[in-house]
């Protein structure tokens, strides 16, 4: 089955400066999504990518899939206390019966002002 | 529209009680997706439909979990009886799958906090 592993697990960044989260996966990537948690609710969509090489970007945030699709990045640019949350990667396996994801294990980010 | 709508949103009950989780996926939506959220195991997905049909139950974890899909507007996913292990998260999430749309996100609920005594 598919493994997911993010890193790091957490980080604090001050205000203003760059982050930037890993997402790693045992199996190539068909489909790579990106949410975002606050505790205490549920997952916020952020983006998701397909195609190797690709890059989107919303606002502060951008998400890259790299050439082999076994990995992304999310790199948020001079984070903001509203960038606080926690960050999952999502993915879909060729094998996947129609668009069932694996999760990672979540990267918490916490931005002091 | 009002999104992925879960209840309740808090439930705590004993050991051994029935305790049912219920979700309204987003209308028009045709996959519907269950996952629990512990702090040891993440998210996990536990089983997910397609047109109200159960496709992949393999994370459901044993036998006292159980899940229905009785029309497109409506899910349960009950636990009988329940365990202090049991206390997690669980979401509800919607999607629009197939065709074109095979890899459109999934809209998740605010999730049940369900803590077993």
């Known amino acids: 089955s598919q493994e997911l592993e993010q890193s790091p697990q957490s980080l604090i960044v001050q205000e203003g400066k760059n982050l930037t989260i890993n997402c790693t996966s045992s199996?190539?990537?068909?489909?790579l999504y990106w949410y975002k948690q606050k505790y205490g609710e549920g997952l916020i969509f952020l983006m998701m990518?397909?195609?190797?090489?690709e890059e989107k970007s919303h606002e502060k945030i951008t998400a890259k899939l790299d050439e082999k699709k076994q990995q992304s990045s999310l790199h948020i640019t001079a984070s903001q206390p509203s960038h606080a949350g926690i960050y999952l990667c999502?993915?879909?396996?060729?094998?996947?019966?129609?668009?069932?994801?694996?999760f990672g294990g979540g990267t918490r980010v916490l931005v002091k002002p | 529209d009002a999104g992925v709508i879960q209840s309740p949103r808090h439930e705590v009950t004993e050991m051994g009680q029935e305790v049912t989780l219920r979700c309204k996926p987003i209308?028009?939506?045709?996959?519907l997706f269950w996952y629990r959220q512990t702090m040891m195991r993440g998210l996990e997905l536990l089983i997910y439909?397609?047109?109200?049909?159960?496709?992949?139950d393999s994370g459901m974890p044993e036998d006292r979990f159980s899940a229905k899909m009785p029309n497109a507007s409506f899910s349960t996913l009950k636990i009988q009886p329940s365990e202090p292990r049991d206390s997690a998260v669980y979401f509800c999430?919607?999607?629009?799958?197939?065709?074109?749309?095979?890899?459109?996100?999934?809209?998740f609920g605010p999730g049940t906090r369900l803590t077993v005594l």
């Open positions: 999430a919607s999607s629009l799958a197939g065709g074109l749309s095979w890899y459109n996100e999934q809209f």
């Open positions: 209308s028009g939506h045709n996959s």
């Open positions: 990518l397909q195609k190797g090489g």
């Open positions: 439909f397609n047109n109200n049909v159960p496709i992949d």
């Open positions: 999502g993915a879909t396996t060729r094998e996947a019966a129609g668009n069932k994801l694996t």
């Open positions: 199996k190539t990537l068909y489909g």
